[in-house]
């Protein structure tokens, strides 16, 4: 069955535009996302890896069916190892706008205000209390009048191989670049470029990172033990 199709004002808040997010269609998907959080966020981590998947997907939307299960506990885990790992407790407004890539981390205590479209790229590393806002509301505040005035947005992406540190702020419309690292506790306000060290509050570029890995290429199995790759700063966690 097709998805019905996106209301107008609901087409505006995805492209970013302003848009009234106090409606009866979308307080009801702010409802759905809350209730399957509850349930994640007092479930994952006690359950089994499958249930925790399960519950994960409910959260975002996704209706992709899980693999058979086999008798053994140990190969069907095994079998969800490229799925997303969120630790709970987590936040979001939609969960919908939320694509995670294989093998992603996020720590504790995430917040996703998922007005716009995030994604995350394959084998990125979130530290704990890391939020994206994607939404934001307009500075004149005759125009943004509470509750009862328009908000607006920017999708925010950020690249394969990063690693963002505990307590970083991403902001709407903002790109964090392949293999980049984020400091702890930085407020990136500005895209960030690949193979680079960003930190601070508006983050700025401290240092671009040593890597062996191919800068041009995009693969989604690769030695993460190459020879010469830069060593972990415990500053960054």
């Given at each position: 069955?097709?998805a ?5 004002n ?15 269609e979308?307080l ?6 809350k209730?399957a ?7 994952a981590?006690t ?21 058979p299960?086999?008798s ?5 885990e095994?079998q969800f190892?490229?799925d997303?790992?969120?630790?709970a ?6 969960g919908t ?46 125009i ?21 540190g ?32 960003v ?7 401290i ?12 693969v989604?199995e ?16």
């Amino acid at each position: 069955m097709a998805a019905p199709p996106l209301s107008e004002n609901k087409q505006k808040m995805a492209r970013g535009e302003l848009y009234y997010a106090f409606t009866p269609e979308l307080l009801a998907e702010r409802a759905r996302c809350k209730a399957a959080l509850r349930t994640y966020n007092t479930d994952a981590g006690t359950v089994s890896r499958r249930e925790t998947v399960r519950l994960w997907r409910d959260v975002v939307g996704d209706s992709t069916p899980l693999p058979p299960e086999p008798s053994d506990a140990t190969a069907d885990e095994a079998q969800f190892d490229d799925d997303p790992l969120v630790e709970a407790p987590v936040y979001m407004d939609y969960g919908t706008q939320v694509k995670l890539g294989k093998g992603v981390y996020v720590n504790a205590y995430s917040t996703w205000i998922d007005t716009c479209t995030i994604t995350v790229g394959a084998r990125t590393l979130f530290g704990p209390h890391v939020s994206l806002f994607s939404g934001t509301h307009p500075l004149d505040p005759k125009i943004r009048n509470g509750t009862n005035g328009p908000e607006c947005g920017g999708e925010i992406h950020i690249g394969e191989d990063c690693w963002i540190g505990g307590k970083a702020t991403i902001l709407p419309g903002v790109t964090v670049g392949r293999g980049a690292t984020v400091g702890a506790g930085s407020v990136v306000t500005k895209n960030v470029p690949p193979f680079h060290v960003v930190a601070g509050n508006p983050a700025r570029v401290i240092r671009k990172i040593k890597t062996n890995m191919d800068p041009e290429q995009s693969v989604q199995e690769k030695d993460m033990d190459a020879q010469g790759a830069e060593k972990p700063m415990a500053a960054m966690s």
